[in-house]
């Protein structure tokens, strides 16, 4: 089978990773993932911790998640404008900044915060996955800030994270689903994972009929060979090793 | 290793479903899972569904999930007094409600809506994965009343759903953690399964240390199980084979 | 003239008080009265008063009144997601809180709160006088706890209160009224008074023509031997006499 | 006893009701209780009814009350700006509509809607009593606007409303209470009657100690004779007899 | 040509300034622009200052204006109930507080502030324009009393301001619009002087055809005339030189 | 004097006009001035407008514009969360949608709506204006798309428009304000003009001391010359004449 683009059913679509696409964050990344685009900007906030962390000694990471208006086929409104926000950004929020979490060692960062905007400036699928591509390495950059800049002192990155969808579409295993597809799946499923290979999150859905064990393996096999890739490319783009993967 | 409530890692806790438990809901439940207690009332709309799914020939249903401000140890304020739902109340009650969406024919239930409320009245772990086991009983009723009112003329009942979370604890996988080993737990899993024991949704997060490929295997393993359990329990209160069973 | 179930005009409907409902709040009560169910959930903030009264040495008590969505015949939206409270909640919220305050020494007190929710499990006429009536159970027990745990030491409790709907349906006065007469009543009463069978609170409104002197007086006579039975299964249920009741 | 303003116990503030306040509304009174001022401005929306009304042939009437910031002795924050209603507003805005609505026949009324605004510009205690007593001047006039316009054929004024406060001050029974005498009373009580005599709402609170039926009848008596005064002054006002005065 | 009133093209409406209209307000005023009415109440907070001015030992003036739902020819729904503020009052809002902070020397005012509601109870075109030309008098009568009260030791007003709309309506400039002339204006301009005839705010729309040099030249003459008339009617009506303006 | 970027008092920063930037809108722009960069997409929604629009046969054009968290020095939160959105993006977003207006035939557009959504990626000043030049040229690839696609049949596009900010700082009038300078300025102006000249927009306001009529004509030479500049860029940037301009 040929997928609609002409990719494998085992290929990521082109990824690309610019560090410092923005003038005024501590770190900044707009990541690509064929035609999604999500501007991922971290900002330090040093000395700064939610209430409920005040005098603990440690830091904390957090994200938010969007999408501008226009990102997508059809206009939707603003968040801003209808006054609240919607129960799919809560999730992809919460997502982000879970997967970030799993990086960093709160008590070597100390009582500061990182903030990881991840604005989806054009949508087509995996949106999520590819923010947490993106944000990780501006995380990154955020974190060598804070070093550069005394905030803290050793090196508070544990691991790095990278995340992909992989999905079931007219019974064959894809990996990194655009819309096209993403909209026929029967399964669906993101991954995160770390730099060495473990997991931080597997989220499936069964969007028509259920599935099995097997077909669970075999999407989880995808997902881990290409989260290797993906960690591959913010190696590249960051131009170092990343942290926990032991090389 | 013994858990605190005296259980085998690989046991339910005490799992009671008792129907009929409000007087006006097409069908409610009260499912308890040890201490946690969760109120299911399914209502039925005949002959309306959201705007966009008007004209479409198409049933819906949906969840909401919310908690009383004491169902927990510490009192949580309303998030009607806030003005705003919050992002885990967000994502449960999607979760409830995909889980029950994958159980019906919308095409046989006809445009009109079941509304499921999952309201928990006490919480000790696992309260979505109860809603979850309970909704599916509440739904079948609201069904039920469907068919016998002729709101509905075949069964579009396809499928029955159950839930249950597993966690690595102390480096041991457990099936249904209560509260105290849910915040202790370095690995977390909700599964949905069907009662022929296929996966509807699966999602698993490392709230500590990352988890590997047989970590997860054994989650999948104890969930399988578990949902097997708890779908003999739905038949029981239900007085019949479940849909899509095989039986 | 018989009612539609069987009452006497001046008979209340079945009442039941259960407490300890819960497990983690510091007093707990189902009250019943016929088929209305209200859960009245008691938390003691110890040490915390809101903002306008700290510093003051005085404690506070505060009720918020709510109904799950399906708790009547028709399923109202939730005010969470309408994001806003209605005036029909506010305005029983403000109704129980000033019924409770009227019980307590807040000098005795002390700067502690105890904040009462009651949560209307399932509607049938009067649940804002079940609530306060089960609400003054949870109260008594929350300060029993405080007294136990040493949160304050002498004894804040100085008057007890139950309430009860009266109200005039086809020229009668009647007692406790459920949905079913309710809705036809063309004067609805509210009252709430202490065990020592003084008034608390009195809201009597002409839901179709005016009522005269003479009808005000018949309904308060209702009320006030309403009251008293209310105070009598209050006492029941605590295994103890009443706070200023004189006995 | 004399008041701190040399009142008698039985006596109102001065009265005065000015009519046609405003130059775009159907009805507008500008009325004032001593130093307290509400603008009451009626609004004719014909042909108008709530969505649930639709269809009924009937028609409706509401107010909303409120205050400006800078109507109270310290500025109080806009409900506007806090972006929502407090419980008080509510309350009283739910009051004025349903003693207004005890006027009309809304068969009479036809299809129709009048919404009464009140707004205190300055409040000195018993805003809500003034409003109701203005809101009724206003209702009247926009009654009259709607049979000069052919809006409504009859007449749908079957009663007029006036409202008082009463209270018990240091033991004594008082009319119509000022802001001072309003904080110290041990109870307050609102009382809204016809015309003619009968009431149409009775609200008392103990604010102090719990009240007993003589002090309760003694308050009635007092707002009894405070509400006939009101609603000669109203006639006057309108230059006619009152709407089933039996006059 | 003759306006639909009578007035020249360089003429004001009548204009009246009442001081002290309310009881409470540091500073009140009730000004008319003809039918158009605003009442601009301030208030000194003492000692208070918004967080972000906090330990810079200078003084903050903002103003809030809103309109009374029957102020205009139509009902509008309250801001309150919407539950948002729209974005005709925050930018009306906002260019009032602008305005009168030109009037201010923040370092002698000291960490005070005043807030300034403007709340217009009857709309007949310029309500934006009346309001600060009598939220300036409001504010002279506040600064006069925190002097009286010692809030504040010298002199913290340097300027004054009054504002006054001008349009073209058929080709012709004319000053001080009236909402029939305004809604068929072809441009229309607000703008802000000091009592020394200097600029403080311009602000000019194109509400038809765009409009070239010679008709801005020939609106800003007419603009200058008429606050220079409203500055000599707020002297009058302050009895005494307005601040800044060399008298 | 030199500016801090080295340029001429009278010199707009290097401006670049980027179309076709996002592959779903049905025209899109990424707009520079300097640093600022504006993603400006346009959204056609054929055969809809705005309720109080519908029957008229008239077309519909708004603005929303609206700022990324990072586009600034420090974070700013996001207007979703917080609730609501404020003052200043609403004043920006209407006076957008007014500046676009003025480019249309509504009658030629018929019925249909276009939706520019403006989002500031990165913020350096001037941002409003650099939206509403961005904005026209969006506009204008959304009315060709409308016209290819049938939607409109004649050419509702009648002017062009484009917009600078002015400014005083350190007494000296200058051209295109960047952030350093903004917050310097002593007055501020934004000028939006057709590219045939006309003045569809002026708002200057007074930060520091207010300003004489020199001042404002040397802001408003200054500003004149700089639109013309951005028309020319503009129409450099759609490879055509501007409508109305006279070419």
Redesign the interface.
């Known amino acids: 089978m040929t997928r609609s683009d002409g990719r494998r059913p085992d290929q990521l679509r082109p990824v690309t990773i610019t560090r410092n696409w ?4 501590e770190g ?1 990344v707009l990541v690509e993932f064929g ?1 999604t685009k999500v ?1 991922c ?1 971290a ?1 330090v ?1 040093a000395g700064n911790v939610p209430r409920w962390r005040k005098g603990s000694g440690l830091g904390w990471v957090t994200a ?1 998640y ?1 999408m ?8 939707s409104e ?14 992809i ?2 997502l982000i900044g ?1 997967a970030l979490r ?1 990086c960093v060692d709160f008590k070597v960062m100390g009582e500061n915060s990182i ?1 990881i ?1 991840c ?1 989806v ?2 949508a ?1 699928g995996g949106t999520r996955t590819a923010a947490i591509t993106g944000a990780f390495v501006a995380l990154a950059d955020a974190v060598a800030w804070m070093r550069a800049n005394e905030v803290c002192l050793g090196d508070p990155l544990v ?1 790095s994270v990278s995340a992909v969808s992989v999905g079931i579409v007219g019974s064959e295993p894809l990996l990194d689903l655009c819309y096209e597809e993403d909209v026929v799946a029967e399964t669906d ?1 993101n991954v995160v ?2 730099g ?1 290979g ?9 969007e028509g ?5 097997d077909q ?1 393996n075999a999407l ?1 096999d995808l997902a ?1 060979a290409g989260c290797a890739e993906l960690a591959r490319i913010q190696a590249e783009a960051l131009g170092r090793d990343l942290p926990g993967s032991g090389a």
Chains 1, 2, 3, 4, 5, 6 share one sequence.
């Open positions: 923005l003038a005024h964050a900044s035609a501007l900007a900002t906030e938010e969007a501008l208006p226009r990102a997508t086929g059809t206009r603003r968040e801003s404008v209808k006054g609240k926000i919607g129960g799919r950004t809560h999730e929020s919460r879970r799993a903030i905007d604005d400036l054009q087509d691991n499923m994972m770390t060495a473990a997991f931080v999150e597997v989220q499936g859905t069964a009929a259920p599935f099995g064990r669970l989880l881990t």
